[in-house]
């Protein structure tokens, strides 16, 4: 029997965009809750929501990338990595309540509306649409490396169309008078944040419950390693992610020992499986007839893994 190891690179992070854009965030919070008292606007409130959100999202990306870089130790042996997404996912459930809470004062306000201040909400959403802008650019590109980095980015790009949305409502209250506008966009916020921050979760609960990465199809994989010279069968194939960019594989591989050695099946077998992005595998060669345990096929094209226990 042989195993084999291989590791991908620890992913800093981008943390001093990070520390900029909750500075941006953190300090336009401020003035747009006193801003939201001031003119009485349920969407620009809606909107500071939305930056408090931001702004923690921030932050807790920013905890999760220190705890992350942490050394794998004896109790912790992959190190710290899961803790990105357990960030990602308390961001996601966080913007999930706010924009409850949103909608149910936008059905409140709309049975009563009140009295808005135009032209100090229009002020308030310019500035808050360019500090949007800016911490967009800021996060942009970890947003396609990280997980917790993409939840902070949505957020701020959510909140970036909320400043749009609250723009437009005072431009309209102040030609019109129609207050119950506010209202109204206040519930397309919400309702328009509701889905996106749904797909966050369920991407974050997806590698919490360490199911197959996005992307990544095991019935290929399958096939390419049963299609190896000398491979007479393989079981107990997983494939799974510490966090966002960092898939795992382990796999036992049935080889006919007399025709090729078992380093040399372990060496195709691990080029192979690094062709499919992933970072860390744990590969077993056992001699033919070593493993008489028969195992359950996989269930569909879908990558499905089941162990026959």
Known sequence: MSTGHSHGQVRT???????????????????EIIGSLVTGSLALLSDAAHMF??????????????????????????????FEILA??????????????????????????????????LVIAVLGLLINLICMQLLRAGSKESLNMKGAYLEVWSDMLGSIGVIATAIVIRFTGWNWVDSLMAAGIGLWVLPRTWILLKESINI??????????????DSALRGIVGVNDIHDLHVWSLTSGKNVLSVHIVADLSRRTDQEILSEVDRIVHGFEIAHTTIQVEADGFHTQEHAPLADASGIHRDDK
């Open 208 to 221: 919490l419950l360490q199911g197959v990465p996005k992307g990544i199809n095991l019935e290929v994989i």
């Open 53 to 82: 959100t931001d702004a923690a999202a921030l932050a807790i990306s920013l905890t999760a990338m220190q705890i992350g870089k942490r050394i794998a130790d004896r109790k912790r042996t992959f190190g710290y990595y899961r």
């Open 88 to 121: 990602a996912a308390f961001n996601a459930t966080l913007l999930f309540m706010v924009a409850l809470y949103i909608l149910y004062e936008a059905y409140q306000r709309l049975r009563t509306p009140a009295e808005i201040q135009s032209t100090g909400m």
């Open 13 to 31: 992070g981008n943390e001093k965009m990070l520390w900029i854009a909750l500075a941006l965030t953190t300090t336009f919070l401020i003035a």
